[in-house]
């Protein structure tokens, strides 16, 4: 079953620009629509220690980053 919601040009344009490639304006408004609680479902087959273990890549990243900048400089 579809249903249809009326937007402005405006907000159409927006939503657009927002879109991924091959990506329907239904797949984009059911990622927008994701709440935090969606998200922490969807990541509950994690092991214990990822959060950590992202904020170590995360600050490698960082420092990589700063270190070619500061090459380029």
Known sequence: MSSSIR???ETKQKLEA???EGESFDDLLDRL???EKDVEEMA???DEGVGEHMR???EELNE???ERKERLE
């Open 7 to 9: 937007i402005s040009e």
């Open 18 to 20: 927002r879109k991924r």
């Open 33 to 35: 629509a994701r709440t």
């Open 44 to 46: 509950g087959f994690a």
């Open 56 to 58: 170590q890549k995360r």
């Open 64 to 66: 990589s980053l700063e």
